[in-house]
């Protein structure tokens, strides 16, 4: 009986530390690329995504996406929390407007 009782005390410790390495890696070295593209595959799933390229990387504040889809090329921000947002280009201010010239 006690041979039994120490395998089933020595199976939930490792799987407790086993989790508690887990959350820790992810919290130093940021979220898995594997999620964040599904979540951007989900965030685009009413577009034909053609490719994702991984631009820049910052861990634990964002890591910046080109998604080329059918209709052009799209910056997106994935955020911790696995939270997707668009980026939008800057209005150039020195180019005239259409129709005022």
């Known amino acids: 009986m006690s041979a039994i009782s120490s395998t ?3 199976l939930i410790i ?3 530390f086993i989790f508690i390495i887990k ?3 992810e919290f130093f070295n940021g979220e898995k690329p ?3 593209i599904k979540k951007i595959h989900k965030y685009f799933n009413k577009e034909t995504i053609k490719k994702i390229d991984r631009l820049e990387h910052e861990p634990r504040q964002y890591t ?3 998604v080329t889809t059918a209709n052009g ?3 997106v921000k994935v955020k911790p929390g696995y939270k997707v ?3 939008v280009p800057k209005k150039d201010k020195n180019k ?3 129709g005022t010239m």
Do not use: A, C, R, T
């Open 14 to 16: 490792g799987v407790l």
């Open 85 to 87: 947002v668009n980026i």
């Open 73 to 75: 090329k799209k910056k």
């Open 64 to 66: 910046l996406y080109q």
């Open 8 to 10: 089933l005390y020595s």
């Open 96 to 98: 005239p407007k259409k």
């Open 23 to 25: 959350f820790f890696y």
């Open 34 to 36: 594997e999620k964040q």
